[in-house]
């Protein structure tokens, strides 16, 4: 059955996610909702990222979750989901943000949204937007749904398909755009490797054209993706010069540079994408992140065996923000620890290293960081002049 | 023994030791305020560790050294070129543009053109090049490309607030912020 010509997403507002940062005489930050002027800490962490499955009808080749269409043992139920929420609600949590493998594939999908709605959250989910039944969008149209995040890797139909696999491009490009004009905020995100560095402008004039908000980020080698198809320092600053005079530019819509390219610069506009840092990885702090099986980490980003603080079928959720597990778990990330050209670095202690998913994937010591605008700029000038 | 000295400050500056090899290029410049390869390099030095007024002021100084002798000394015309591009990429030029006429830069003019020639009114032929201009073709590797003219925007103004940043979408509200 079709959905009817009259569904529409509901009317709602929402609280933007913007946050003010400040930094205290002692250098402590703190974070401040904009509009509300709630603020945060490792014990009452703004968002709750849920990966609800990592089943998922695609097999994409950089997928950190290694998710793909088979069932994966021990995953949470609803019974488990709804008690998580009750604790996250209990610490004063408010956002929900579901993500996958692919959310839709959950026959129980709209069941979840409803018990975080159902607890105070505004929620939002990540899709790759393949899988938009009637049924799904009816329930969309029914229910606030504060953003909705989808996987968009190339315009080109072979690029992406390179990525995600046959028959993944269409679907995807058609729901975004059947999304959009029901009137939900759809969102698009990209992570760029050398498979589709060169669609980047194609991708951006999408998005300009229907007036989606773009998010940005590179593509780490963890999971199923492989450090053949991620990008190298150099493939890294070009991305950044490309993102960066976008972000720079007034536009209609937001670009939303990941923590993985705010990096500091010398030159503009490059140099603009360090304000997009919050001065420290706040994993833990304004995201944590519960994954299928209840593991806890403090980012989706840092799905790593080394960054998980606890599960949440042994511990409770209120334990490991109570205790600080996150911010202890990421201590490593101190000034005093990094190494090399991050030691001596003048940005040092705004930067503090940068995002610890690229230290981690990325890097063969997480005390230096190689993608790093200043430090690819200082080889490169020192190659040049001297 | 001075050859001693601007070695060692080369030597640090190769091994990334920009502190040791600013005090050294200074020591150097101490006695010899004139010497200009040093000079770019100590500001080099001075822009790879973030003190961009520092870096500014050496390229001001320099400009005006090159006005004074009337031409650029061919060895020195690379180097400043691309000294020049740096200071492009990171802004210094606004600072300073204007300062320095193309004919000295570029062709070694006989004598120093005197001040007036850069401003409106007197002379309008040959136009005068700025600074900005003079770099325009020297380009180093990083440089980032200026934005296509069918994406030129105003710029926008410095963020005032932050986002948490994961894969999960972030959601602004346009109207707002």
Known sequence: MKPPATCRAMSCRFLSDAMYVSRSQTGELTYKRAQSDESYSYSKPFILELEITRRCNLRCIHCYAESEDTLFQNELTLDEICRLLDEAASLGMRELSLTGGEVFIRDDFLRIFDAGLARGFDVRFVTNATLLSDTIMRGLCERPVKLITISLDSISPVAHEKIRGKGSHAPATANILKLKEAGFNVSLITAFSTL??????????????????????????????????????????????????????????????????????????????????????????????????????????????????????????????????????????????????????????????????????????????????????????????? | MENNILHDAESAMKARDFKQAIALFEAHLSNHPDDIKPMLQLGICHLLTNSTGAFTAIYSRVAALFLDLGQIPSELKELWGKYGALAKKAGATALIAGTVMSSAATSGCGKPHSAHKYSAGVYKEPKPMTVDKMNTEQTTPGEPKEPQDSMAQPEKPPMKYSLHRYSGGAYIDRNKE
């Open chain 1, 196 to 386: 589709n560095l060169d669609d980047f402008d194609d991708i951006f004039q999408f998005c300009l054209q229907h007036g989606f908000d773009w998010q940005i980020q590179m593509t780490s080698a963890k999971g199923r993706c492989s450090s053949r198809i991620t990008l190298t320092p150099d493939e890294y600053y070009t991305l950044g010069e490309k993102t960066a005079a976008l972000y720079a530019q007034k536009l209609p819509i937001n670009i939303i540079p990941m923590d993985d390219l705010a990096t500091f610069s010398h030159f503009a506009p490059l140099n603009r994408l360090s304000e997009t840092w919050q001065g420290m990885c706040t994993g833990g702090l304004l995201n944590l992140f519960v994954r299928a099986n209840g593991d806890v980490t403090p980012c989706s980003a840092l799905a790593f065996p080394q960054c998980i603080v606890g599960n949440i079928r042994k511990d409770s959720l209120r334990d490991i923000c109570l205790e600080e597990r996150c911010k202890h778990n990421l201590s490593w990330l101190d000034s005093a620890s990094r190494k090399g050209v991050c030691a001596e670095c003048p940005f040092l202690d705004q930067c503090q290293g940068g995002c610890p998913e690229i230290l981690l994937s990325m890097c063969e010591d997480p005390a230096e960081n190689l993608y790093c605008y200043h430090r690819i700029e200082q080889e490169r000038i020192l190659k040049d002049l001297v």
